[in-house]
């Protein structure tokens, strides 16, 4: 309004105009970001404390849902198989994924086209890697037993039919697909590896295996570390996978946590214990990756 | 396929390290480990394939045959007389594109607002947002379908379109790419009194086209394979998608194992070819986010 204004309110309506204009791009994404997923967010931590059936809507009920999980056998069976899943795809996946790229890393030659190849299970539709594991698996007729026959197993697993090895045959495929994606993040972590440093382990006579282990890995820590974290919630959230591959079983082998909600969700309509059990998925990620985050900072100041 | 399956930045980079060491042992050795994991990530493609191509009866027939006796390429018309192949296919296309032209676009307009204009509260907001890429959406699943089933959206393909379109990816790509893109750039075309809109779209846009592909790809992979969300929202058979209806045709014709993985080639095959053609943007936007759950 006034032709000459004093420089605080000017930068005050310079702020004010800049909210609207940030506000004025945010807007669009933000509304469906709102909506969709932080209105979700706190309704889940209200849902929790209510029974809801297939009839009427949400009521109140308390702890009645911590309760009665701390007497769900089934509810104790999935956090134990998620924990059994991320307890091997973990360590199975940074291996695998961190050594391809180590391999990959070199002058070979074909390295461009496992570079693409490697990737194929990740952008594969799950409905179909699942059925084709499914068959590999297969265990009279299926080539995965074949082969194991062939190499001197007389008495090759059940693998999916079978409640010991389902675990072990979707923790495997799980690890499949998703290594070449992380050998891909821990590509793009070796090129910030300064030469330098390989050629000084080279001088001092170190072989291929210490100067992996002290130069390479050192380095790579801040990849590790996203990566770990990145795998962690990837295992706490597995579901389509187990759902298509074994559909938790046979029996409860391969129930996870997050199959487990969407059972007493979208099956039995037990909106409100669903939403308790899916209060402890997400305290499970929200706790277990704050820690990883802890223990790194510590570990680098 | 030949090309090089690296993010231009780590093309322009040093010769990796290694490569003078040069002895013969360890070369061979790096081709039987690149040989092994070779085959034991393309096998189950390739299986697919040939059992697409055999017998019901060859698929499990003892000893394994690698190669189809008489290839039944026949398999390949008559799944699209025996399920609904056009509708799923259809479904899926129109998803995917839908979602991915949402996301990209009202992604990058977001995080523009993110990156080049300051104003209070605005890190504390985007510290919000990244936080959600850690939530998983199983954890929120419930509550947000009671919300769509409220807005009578779910069994309508608007409940996908609406789940997959609004993610944080979008603006955390584009935000860390609108950063790389110097302010003196923006301050000047503000100061030839450009309007911000008018940065945005006839500079920013422009600018960040690789980073925009690596989006739209990310986002087209993605819904395309998506299989929970279909499986909760679309009822109707109509409404399918690929991957929902490959699910049912799976359990309809069990015994089918041919005609099966006839099916299972025909979801993967749009994707892959989507991917080869855009597999320098796909790299990229994984190498420079890795958030990708």
């Keep these: 309004m006034t032709t000459v204004s004093p420089a605080p309110s000017r930068r005050g309506r310079v702020t004010a105009r800049n909210t609207l204009l940030g506000w004025s791009f945010l ?80 002058r070979l030659r074909a390295v461009a086209f496992f570079r693409t190849v490697a990737f194929f299970p990740y952008i594969a539709s799950i409905v179909a890697v699942a059925q084709v594991w499914n068959m590999l698996f297969s265990p009279g007729y299926g080539p995965v037993n074949a082969i194991l026959r062939a190499v001197g197993v007389d008495n090759p697993p059940g693998w999916t039919t079978s409640a010991d090895w389902s675990m072990p045959a979707v923790i495997l495929v799980g690890t499949w697909r998703e290594m070449g994606y992380f050998m891909l993040i821990f590509l793009a972590g070796l090129q910030t590896v300064p030469g330098e440093l390989y050629e000084a382990a080279r001088v001092d006579g170190a072989n291929a295996w210490q100067r992996l282990r002290a130069v390479t890995l050192p380095c790579l820590r801040p990849t590790t570390f996203f990566v770990v974290v990145m795998l962690t919630i990837n295992s706490f959230k597995v579901l389509d996978l187990i759902l298509v591959m074994t559909n ?19 099956e039995e309509n037990q909106f409100g214990y669903a939403s308790a059990v899916s209060v402890v998925l997400f305290l499970l990620c929200f706790l277990v990756t704050m820690v990883q985050f802890v223990v790194n900072r510590r570990r680098e100041a | 396929m030949t090309t090089l399956l690296t993010p231009a930045s780590v093309r322009t980079q040093a010769p990796p390290p290694g490569r003078r060491t040069g002895n013969r042992l360890g070369r061979l050795l790096g081709y039987l480990a690149m040989l092994v994991a070779s085959i034991a990530v393309l096998l189950p493609f390739y299986w697919m394939i040939v059992s697409s191509l055999k017998t019901n009866n060859e698929v499990f027939t003892l000893p394994v045959t ?47 607002g993110f990156a080049k204009i300051r104003f209070p509260g605005r890190d504390a907001l985007f510290l919000l947002y ?87 790809l990310l986002t087209l992979v993605s819904t395309w394979n998506d299989f929970l969300g279909p499986l909760l929202y679309l009822r109707s058979s109509d409404l399918w998608t690929i991957q929902l209806g490959l699910r049912t045709f799976i359990s309809q014709y069990s015994a089918e194992y041919a ?8 979801s993967v095959l749009p994707i892959v070819v989507i991917f080869l053609l855009g597999q320098r943007y796909f790299v990229e936007g994984v190498a420079t986010t890795g958030l990708k759950g």
């Design chain 2, 130 to 216: 990244i936080g959600t890429l850690a939530v998983p959406w199983q954890s929120y699943m419930i509550p947000q379908f009671v919300l769509l089933s409220k807005f009578h959206l779910s069994n309508t393909l608007w409940a996908i379109i609406a789940i997959q379109a609004f993610g944080a990816l979008g603006v955390f790509l584009m935000k860390q790419f609108y950063e790389s893109i110097p302010d003196e750039l923006v301050d000047a075309a503000r100061i030839d009194g450009m309007s911000e809109y008018g940065i945005y779209r006839r500079i920013m846009l422009p600018l960040s086209t690789p980073a925009l592909a690596s989006l739209a």
């Design chain 1, 248 to 266: 938790g079983g046979p029996g409860q082998s391969t129930l996870v946590l997050a199959q487990y909600v969407y059972r007493k969700g979208f």
């Design chain 2, 66 to 112: 690698w190669l189809p006796a008489k290839p039944q390429w026949h398999h390949y018309v008559d799944i699209w007389t025996r399920s609904d192949m056009t509708t799923w296919l259809g479904n899926t296309m129109l998803l995917s594109v839908a979602v991915t032209f949402l996301q990209v676009l009202t992604g990058s307009f977001a995080a523009y």
């Design chain 1, 27 to 106: 807007l669009p994404n933000f509304v469906g970001f709102a909506v969709l997923t932080m209105v979700p967010v706190v309704l889940l931590f209200y849902y929790a404390f209510t029974t809801w059936d297939i009839f009427g809507g949400a009521e109140w009920s308390g702890l009645d849902n911590a309760r009665q999980m701390m007497h769900d056998s089934s509810f104790w069976t999935a956090v134990k198989n998620t924990v059994y899943y991320t307890v091997f795809h973990i360590p199975l996946t940074l291996v695998a994924s961190l050594g391809l790229a180590v391999l990959l890393n070199k």
């Design chain 2, 259 to 266: 005609l099966i993985m006839t099916g299972s080639v025909l």
